[in-house]
């Protein structure tokens, strides 16, 4: 057949396939694709390719010269006919990632090179040509097909360990493909690649025997080997953004990257199902919302089961979203067409919908067009949002940036002509924030500034004035500041005239420090303001990057220097003295650190020399930090010279008053006010840190180490340890028996192994590590004269800097004190028990006990001694956290009963514990004492009001007022103190305490003095007490004032009152219930309320038998007029409260069936009892209150009444009359 004639016939066959493509094509697709055994993913990519097929094999038919009977014979069988998996079972198959291609017996060639196929086909002549068939050629036609596809696919790989396992993977159809020569695959996998990934292969050419394979391996030694990958990925999962509350979205695209980090991890090898960590660490991600969600829904701690959970939710969000209106109908309320439409912040307008559908950064189509964008602000191949440079500067600074640079604030990006904003209209809004009405990229959003916040800028603007011309120009540097999150680069301003360094609030928050703000006083040039500030400790470096750490710094909202640029760079250069140094370019605009006195070490001249001008009025030196210059205003300035000075910052004796009148009120809410669920972020991680650092010594002793914020050097501390010694010396030696005392105290502890003297080269040795030494002094007991306590000062600041600063509080393990109170009223027969120097029986690792040294020497012609602390010390923030630790692993694996008493009976080193039987506290408090021996803990003072159980403790472990008793038959049990009440073993009573009684007040403080003495932790004297807070609070309307004398007419009534503590004194109460535990008994709670007060008060009642529990009581707040029914609502709410805590402190010591409330109130009896009502005609202060009260009811699995009681017969009424 003639050339035409077949040119005719493939175009019949060309129109035949067209009209048929939709079965008989995808249809033959299919039978290969079973036949060849291919997987899903390539089958679904052959289908989608069908389209294409004819013009395929046309092109592919005129490169190999067929002929016609061959072609349209072989394709019409291949089509037509079924075929069967034996035939292809020799076809050769290669591996691609998830998918197997075939490889042809002679590989194919690409369009580009026909004109060298037609020349061999010449030469070779037709004899030589095999035909056509499907069933052999048919894999390399499509292999073909898939493998172009695949080179336009190719994602472009600048470098990466997080972006290479998907790059590899994109790869693969080109790599493992035989039908292209290997130049052709080199070239197409060399063109994805640029910036550092092209410079690490530059090197590799065509001379190499593979250089396909050269290419690829040099490329996964940098970043495909396993453990890079996996540390990508633990990367990419710590800077995964969290999930917003109630937002799909956010919660879909969080649940697909963990999908893909785990599916990366498991590829490389790391089995996250078998690291528990990993699920925590995405536990932390979660908001408040899922975690409560999680803690009830959970059924494993896999990360598969977490995913599977936040699937159900994202399920579950999906559906409610397409609840809204807007969705449904497609249509949008005026409001929210308006605040989608809202113009963007210094640009205009929003612009109009464009078709490209892009995410938040992506780049703009011309830029994706040339093959790469160029960034603006340092001229690399990247976007601006992936700059290090853009993202390293504040929130503020970015604004300015992008502003100087052109870029449009929502894409980041520089648009052309008309060209307009590829993120579509409806998108434009701030992803960042809902609330958030503005249009910007997430990088530019801060959160909005509150009136508190404004007036704080303007309290800034107060510690700065403008100068006169003549003004010299600050000290500024370019620094680099580093936290937990991130490292920003920043400009820093060294003031000598501030005693603190001090940074921006914000800018704390972007490097992840902790900001826990309270009350300060900041004193300065404009007189003394109250501001909101925190304490937080970050590392500091200059453009060297050698670090330091600033560990007291004070945050400050909003701190901002008015001013503008400093061309200093621009400045030197044409200044032969000060070419050669390296002058940057600064601004106080940038300026969010000020460097103080704290930190001059870090700001004074390091060089012999100053480097000056010739009129000396510029000078320049070098610091740890960088070179930087000061002098007069420079003739390029535009804008006034800002001179900033804060002198210094205290909290005043007004705001220690008020935060111990805070402590005082946190002790009297105790089993009324909410707690938050669990432990913190931070305080799980110590106590993971707890966990993991536990070592078990050859003697039992536990080793725990310090809870340290960061392992960064510290500011050197012996000299003021050496000021502090001679200071001690001094008082010791105007006291003889007191130096003997103390000497003795040292002597002993070095004898017991708590500390060690070390060696003078042991001591040179520590000089070079990283320590720190603490000045001692003594502590004397008002009841223990003749014994002394050496006191380490762990608060002593040096530098701002103390070693409390340094250390985290660490989770709080202890026991309420409350609950203990109340269980150790439940048994006949009480102990109580302490256990001995319970901080020094836990060591510290050899590195720890460098940063607990001391000096010490008794004679002052001679250097002191150097000494470390083995054991964790008395003062530091977190021994009470590691001690506790230490206490409950004592009794891990020990007894039920022992571990439940350690766990639940235990306040700090006390024990308070009852039973019923006498046989069994005796019994199970000599297990307590062997299990504790163990741990090398020792229980000692045994206190009981049991003469039976006293007589089997040895006298050496009894309480020191039970030695004294002559004979245990004839002789009264003592008195002792038992967590702020006083316990009479002898009439087994509880009575309440008072250590200053009758003392006078002249002052408002010496007032809130005496009353925060006052403790009573079970309410035995709630009325009266209450009764002396309505005192001080008519006091304090009178006489705001801290320190002004009180008039004579309060001074009388506060007097009154405090004579009378004496005699509430006398008042006691049982301390057992007197009820049989092994029967349920009811809990009668019993509130009231009145104009100036409300409270409750709880009875334990089984048969004739009624006991008094526990009461609470709270002020009025007279600034504000609450009405008596919602005061008898609020106080019914006290009253659940206090029922809810009892009844979860005694759950395991009582049988509590049911409860009954009882109140005087009709009002609220109605409301309670008629929710559906109330909820609809009550304000909705009151319904919120009363449905958060009925939830506390119902939830309870107990028999729960409401019950009318006269106001005669209320015991309630005490607090209210």
């Not at 008994?1081 to 709880?1098: C, E, K, L, P, R």
Request: hydrophobic content about 40%; aromatic content about 8%.
């Amino acid at each position: 057949m003639e050339s035409t004639d077949f040119t005719v016939a493939l175009q019949r066959y060309c129109l035949i396939l067209k009209i048929q493509r939709a079965e008989k094509t995808a249809e033959a697709l299919r039978r290969w694709c079973d036949d060849s055994q291919l997987s899903r993913e390539s089958r679904i990519r052959l289908e989608e390719l069908s389209i294409d097929l004819d013009a395929a094999i046309i092109t592919a038919a005129e490169s190999l010269n067929l002929q016609e009977s061959s072609f349209v014979s072989g394709l019409t069988k291949g089509i037509k006919k079924d075929m069967s998996k034996d035939s292809v079972q020799n076809n050769n198959m290669v591996s691609s990632g998830k998918e197997e291609l075939p490889i042809c017996a002679e590989p194919l060639s690409t369009t580009s090179n026909v004109v060298l196929q037609r020349e061999q086909h010449e030469t070779l002549g037709a004899s030589t040509h095999k035909p056509f068939d499907l069933m052999k050629d048919g894999g390399d036609l499509i292999s073909a097909i898939l493998g172009q596809k695949a080179e336009d696919q190719i994602p472009n790989f600048r470098g990466g360990a997080t972006e290479y396992p998907a790059w590899e993977e994109a790869i693969a159809p080109i790599r493992y493909c035989s039908f292209r020569q290997p130049i052709m695959k080199f070239n197409a996998i060399k063109k994805s690649l640029s910036g550092e990934a092209l410079e690490i292969v530059k090197w590799i050419g065509l001379d190499q025997p593979d250089p396909v394979e050269a290419l690829v391996d040099a490329l996964k030694k940098e970043y495909g080997r396993p453990e890079i990958v996996i540390r990508a990925q633990e990367v990419r999962l710590e800077k995964l953004a969290s999930p917003k509350e109630d937002d799909y979205p956010t919660l879909r695209n969080f649940v697909i990257a963990v999908k893909s980090i785990i599916a990366t991890m498991k590829a490389h090898g790391y089995d996250v199902e078998k690291n528990p960590q990993f699920t925590r660490q995405l536990e932390r991600k979660l908001n408040w919302v899922l975690v409560k969600r999680w803690c009830q829904k959970r059924n494993g701690d896999t990360p598969n089961h977490l995913l599977d959970f936040l699937e159900k939710e994202a399920e579950i969000l999906q559906k409610a979203h397409l609840l809204k209106p807007d969705v449904i109908t497609g249509q949008r309320t005026a409001q929210v067409v308006k605040a989608k439409e809202r113009a963007l912040i210094g640009v205009g307008n929003v612009e109009k919908r464009s078709s490209v559908q892009r995410p938040v950064g992506a780049s703009s189509a011309a830029g994706s067009e040339t093959g790469g964008v160029k960034c603006p602000k340092c001229g690399k191949n990247h976007m601006l949002e992936k700059c290090v440079k853009f993202t390293s500067l504040s929130v503020g600074a970015r604004f300015a940036e992008a502003k100087r640079l052109g870029v449009h604030y929502r894409c980041l990006t520089k648009h052309k002509g008309n060209e307009t904003c590829p993120i579509p209209a409806n998108e434009q809004q701030c992803p960042e924030d809902r609330s958030c009405r503005y249009c910007h990229h997430p990088l530019l959003h801060h959160q909005r500034r509150t009136k508190e916040e404004e007036s704080s800028a303007s309290d800034q603007m107060e510690k700065s004035y403008i100068c006169n011309d003549s003004a010299h120009h600050l000290e500024l540097l370019k620094v680099f500041l580093r936290g937990p999150r991130k490292t920003i680069l920043t400009t820093a301003l060294i003031d000598s005239g501030c005693s603190r360094t001090f940074v921006d609030e914000d800018l704390a928050k972007d490097l992840g420090l902790k900001v826990k703000t309270a009350a300060i006083i900041l004193q300065g040039i404009h007189g003394a303001k109250n501001v909101e500030a925190a304490r937080v400790s970050l590392d500091i470096a200059g453009l060297t990057r050698e670090w330091y750490s600033v560990s007291n710094a004070t945050t400050l909202k909003k701190l901002r220097i008015p001013g503008g640029e400093v061309k200093w760079a621009d400045w030197a250069k044409d200044q032969p003295k000060f070419a050669k140094l390296p002058l940057e370019n600064v601004s106080y605009a940038d300026v969010r650190i000020l460097l103080g006195q704290d930190v001059k070490e870090l700001t004074e001249n390091v060089c012999t020399t100053k480097v000056k001008s010739d009129d000396k009025k510029y000078v320049a030196y070098r610091c740890k930090l960088s070179w930087t210059i000061s002098g007069p205003r420079l003739p390029s300035d535009k804008e006034a010279v800002m001179y900033c000075c804060i002198i210094n910052d205290e909290i005043d004796h007004g705001t220690a008053l008020l935060q111990e009148f805070r402590n005082f009120n946190s002790l009297e809410g105790l089993g009324i006010t909410d707690k938050s669920i669990g432990l913190s972020r931070h305080e799980t991680e110590d106590l993971e840190h707890m966990q993991n650092g536990t070592v078990v010594l050859s003697d039992g002793r536990f080793q725990i180490p310090m809870l340290w914020k960061w392992p960064g050097g510290v500011p050197p501390s012996e000299e003021q340890a050496k000021r502090r010694l001679i200071s001690l010396q001094k008082k010791l030696r105007l006291n003889p028996r007191l130096g003997e005392l103390y000497e003795k105290s040292i002597q002993d502890d070095e004898a017991k192994g708590y500390i060690r003297r070390l060696s003078p080269i042991e001591a040179a040795d520590l000089r070079k590590r990283r320590h720190w030494f603490l000045p001692h002094f003594a502590v004397f007991h008002p009841d223990k004269a003749d014994k002394c306590r050496r006191v380490l000062d762990a608060a002593a600041r040096n530098g701002g800097v103390s070693l409390n600063s340094l250390l985290n509080t660490g989770p709080n393990l202890i026991t309420s004190l409350l609950g203990v109170l109340v269980r150790f009223r439940c048994g006949r027969i009480a102990v109580n028990a302490d256990v001995k120097e319970m901080f020094s029986q836990v060591a510290v690792p050899p590195a720890d006990s460098d940063m607990l040294a001391f000096l010490w020497t008794s004679s002052v012609d001679r250097e002191p001694d150097v000494y470390v602390n083995q054991r964790h010390v008395f003062g530091a923030t977190c021994s009470p956290a590691v001690a506790n630790f230490a206490l409950r692993e004592a009794a891990k694996g020990k007894d039920a009963a022992i571990a439940q008493i350690v766990n639940e009976a235990f306040y700090m080193d006390d024990l308070y514990w009852s039973d019923d039987n006498e046989d069994v506290v005796i019994q199970r408090s000599q297990e307590l004492k062997t299990a504790f021996r163990e741990a090398c803990f020792e229980l000692s003072k045994w206190v009981s009001n049991s003469r039976k159980v006293i007589e089997t403790w040895p006298m050496e472990e009894r309480a020191s007022v039970v030695k004294e008793l002559a004979g245990m038959d004839n002789s009264q049990l003592p008195k002792v103190k038992a967590l702020g009440v006083a316990w009479d073993c002898e009439q087994d009573s509880l009575t309440f305490a008072c250590r200053r009684q009758g003392e006078k007040a002249k002052t408002l403080s010496e007032v809130l003095s005496i009353l925060t003495s006052v403790f009573d932790p079970l309410g035995i004297v709630g009325p009266f007490v209450l009764k002396g807070k309505l005192i001080m609070q008519a006091i304090w309307q009178v006489h705001p004032e801290w320190k002004a004398p009180l008039s004579e007419e309060w001074e009388a009534r506060w007097q009154q009152w405090a004579s009378d503590v004496k005699v509430v004194a006398t008042v006691s109460i049982p301390r057992w219930y007197g009820i049989d535990r092994g029967k349920p008994s009811t809990m009668h709670v019993f509130v009231d309320a009145a104009t100036v007060g409300y409270g409750s008060v709880a009875y334990l009642a089984q048969g004739m038998t009624t006991a008094f529990v526990a009461a609470k009581s709270r002020v009025v707040n007279p600034l504000k007029t609450t009405t008596v029914p919602r005061l008898e609502l609020q106080a019914f709410i006290v009253g659940v409260r206090l029922a809810d805590t009892l009844l979860k402190e005694l759950e395991n010591r009582l049988v509590i069936g049911r409860v009954v409330f009882w109140s005087d109130s009709l009002v609220v009896l109605y409301w309670i009892t008629s929710m559906k009502i109330a909820f609809y005609h009550l304000s909705a202060t009151v319904s919120k209150k009363s449905t958060k009260l009925c939830n506390h009811v119902n939830l309870s699995d107990l028999h729960v009444e409401v019950r009318y009681v006269p106001s005669d017969a209320n015991p309630a009424d005490l607090i209210s009359t």
